[in-house]
Nanobody, 125 residues
Framework: QVQLVESGGGLLQAGGSLRLSCAASGRTFGSYAMGWFRQAPGKERELVAAVNWSGGSTYYADSVKGRFTLSRDNAKKSVYLQMNSLKPEDTAVYYC??????????????????WGQGTQVTVSS
């Protein structure tokens, strides 16, 4: 069983920055591929960024490339999402997710086994 706890969300103005954190339980965190998703009201959950087991490979949605950076620290069993130059369209609930089924990048919602409770990010114009 894996438990994920996100933190770091908040309300801020456009152009600002936030850093989301996700702390994971489980002894084999280093073998999980991880991802950050977001879901805005009335929209489907979408992948924002993903990272493989080692942190050596990452994926970013086009909408966040150059603004968001995902990193992981296996020693701390944590992943982070640094979000810069935030826009109102980034407003959503952000979820951390883990998959134990693969070591490499996972880009589909259905590939993930475990989800955090979500943290709200609201960007005002």
């Amino acid at each position: 069983q894996v438990q994920l706890v996100e933190s770091g969300g908040g309300l801020l103005q456009a152009g600002g920055s936030l850093r989301l954190s996700c702390a994971a339980s489980g002894r084999t965190f280093g073998s999980y591929a991880m991802g950050w998703f977001r879901q805005a009201p009335g929209k489907e959950r979408e992948l924002v960024a993903a990272v493989n087991w080692s942190g050596g490979s990452t994926y970013y949605a086009d909408s966040v490339k150059g603004r968001f950076t995902l990193s992981r620290d296996n020693a701390k069993k944590s992943v982070y999402l640094q979000m810069n130059s935030l826009k109102p369209e980034d407003t959503a609930v952000y979820y951390c997710a883990a998959t134990t089924r693969r070591l490499g990048l996972a880009t589909a919602v259905e590939e993930y086994d475990y989800w955090g409770q979500g943290t709200q990010v609201t960007v005002s114009s």
